[in-house]
């Protein structure tokens, strides 16, 4: 069992909701908190940076009255995510702000740094860190995050490729705190599985993309909802990191999926360019298969409840002994 703190423990329901670059707001982030999922956003969504403390200002706010009028069905806490990478001249701004409204939980992406987590710590706020790898793992543990996101092999947007089997094996050898692993979990099974493997929390972005209250464009949606895993590349092409990404986006943009170049890592940037990537370029997990429809983030999340139900039922109906 692991050790969870408090402000991840007794969650409504075991899901974390990946921050979406460009298409997480605070509209997406409070449906996903009231509907019983932990909201999340990079900061760098909020442009220019001023925006940041008015989003703040908006969750927080309507959490509490939301939590005030619902005492014994309090809604999940929300999470900040923020990349750590020399490119990121917001970082220190973005931070302080988390600090003064006290963010729940932060997310930290690109890189893994002391003073981010003693900032969330002054608080209490809890630090999770995303890897690909179990030395990535050990590095973020030792440099004090309080957990792990497993992203593995099939997660949207910049992701690893190990196998979700030998990543949270190899990290449970030795880490027994918060895990949430990532990589193509679209259903209330696949969030059970993610447990009976040995995470606490499945890491859920893709299927979100797909609801009415995210940011992203209609046909963005109708392309997860339309196409699935045989049309999800991966490349570093666009933002010097690897991800996966929808083959019909890059093909809109006049490139062929199966002949990319390679990117130099060096120049990978979080700024005017690489917004413009995601922009025309779709972040997706090959998880999108189990996605049918475009709707509300309520009624994605309660079908996820409903299959969590109905697997755990259902191995319960199996005599393993």
Same mark, same amino acid.
């Given at each position: 069992m @692991?050790?969870? !703190?408090?402000?991840? $423990?007794?969650?409504?329901? !075991?899901? /974390?909701?990946?921050?979406?670059?460009?298409? @997480?707001?605070?509209?997406?982030?409070?449906?996903?908190? /009231? *509907?019983?999922?932990?909201? *999340?956003?990079?900061a760098l969504n %909020?442009? !220019?940076? #001023?925006? &940041? #403390?008015?989003?703040?200002?908006?969750?927080?706010?309507? &959490? %509490?009255?939301? $939590?005030? %009028?619902?005492?014994? *069905?309090?809604?999940?806490?929300?999470?900040?995510?923020?990349?750590?990478?020399? @490119?990121?001249?917001?970082?220190?701004?973005d931070m302080a702000m988390c600090v003064k409204y006290k963010v729940p939980i932060i997310i930290t992406s690109l890189g893994a740094r002391e003073e981010i987590n003693a900032a969330a710590h002054s608080y209490g706020g809890v630090v999770?860190?995303?890897?690909?790898? $179990?030395?990535?793992?050990?590095k973020a543990i030792e440099k004090g995050a309080d957990g792990l996101i497993a992203v593995a092999a099939g997660a949207g947007g910049h992701a690893g490729v190990k196998s979700p089997f030998a990543l949270v094996q190899e990290i449970r050898q030795w880490f027994d705190g918060p895990l949430a692993l990532s990589g193509s979990i679209s259903t209330g099974s696949a969030v059970l599985a993610a447990q009976a493997m040995g995470a606490d929390f499945g890491y859920i972005g893709s299927a979100f993309i797909a609801t009415e209250e995210a940011r992203a464009s209609e %046909?963005?949606?109708?392309? /997860?909802?339309? $196409?699935?895993?045989?049309?999800?590349?991966y490349s570093n092409l666009f933002t010097g990191v690897h991800g996966n990404y929808l083959a019909p986006s890059i093909r809109n943009a006049g490139m062929d999926p199966a002949n990319l170049a390679v990117s130099d890592p060096s120049k990978m940037d979080f700024g005017g360019a690489s917004a413009k990537a995601w922009k025309d370029i779709w972040g997706c997990g090959q998880g999108i298969g189990a996605v049918t429809k475009v709707q509300p983030v309520s009624e994605y999340v309660a079908q996820l409840k409903r299959e969590y139900a109905a697997a755990k039922a259902q191995l319960l109906t199996h005599n393993y002994t």
């Open positions: @692991s050790k969870l !703190p408090a402000h991840l $423990n007794h969650l409504p329901f !075991p899901v /974390i909701g990946s921050p979406l670059f460009i298409i @997480s707001t605070p509209r997406l982030v409070i449906a996903q908190c /009231i *509907a019983g999922v932990v909201g *999340a956003m990079p %909020a442009r !220019p940076a #001023e925006q &940041l #403390e008015e989003w703040l200002i908006e969750i927080t706010e309507t &959490l %509490a009255a939301y $939590n005030a %009028a619902h005492p014994d *069905a309090p809604a999940a806490p929300f999470a900040i995510n923020q990349i750590v990478h020399k @490119s990121n001249d917001r970082l220190e701004h999770l860190h995303d890897v690909i790898n $179990n030395k990535h793992a050990h %046909a963005y949606k109708q392309a /997860i909802v339309d $196409n699935d895993s045989d049309e999800i590349v």
